[in-house]
């Protein structure tokens, strides 16, 4: 059976790994949004002078609004599963630092 103490020092450090994995992931997604935000800008922004008359500025910005929504509700989805992920880490590095071994 395992010394209660090795096992709250394992469960801190497995705490601290979950965290900065997690914590990892969310700044690489974060970087690549910004990335993919700044890239359809120069998309868009591309296409502004093609524009001759309202009708198609409104619809190049229905257009950009669309593109905007679909990207946040992406990134919202990503994010959610990773935080789930992470929160199903944590619950089973706690429920293995406290469940009685079988000898």
């Known amino acids: 059976m395992s010394n209660p103490m090795e096992k709250a020092q394992q469960l801190g450090q497995k705490l601290v790994e ?3 994995s ?3 992931d969310l700044a690489a997604m ?3 949004n910004l ?3 700044f890239e359809m800008t120069r ?3 591309a296409r502004l002078p093609e524009t001759q008359d309202p009708q198609q500025l409104a619809d190049l910005q229905r257009e950009v609004s669309e593109t ?3 990207n946040y509700q992406e990134t919202n989805e990503t994010t959610g599963e990773l935080v789930r992920t992470a929160w ?3 619950g089973d590095a706690y429920r293995s630092a406290f ?3 079988s000898e």
């Open 18 to 20: 979950i965290q900065t």
């Open 22 to 24: 997690t914590m990892k």
């Open 30 to 32: 974060q970087q690549k």
């Open 35 to 37: 990335e993919n935000y």
């Open 43 to 45: 998309q868009f922004t």
């Open 68 to 70: 905007l929504w679909k």
């Open 88 to 90: 199903d880490e944590v």
């Open 99 to 101: 469940t009685q071994e």
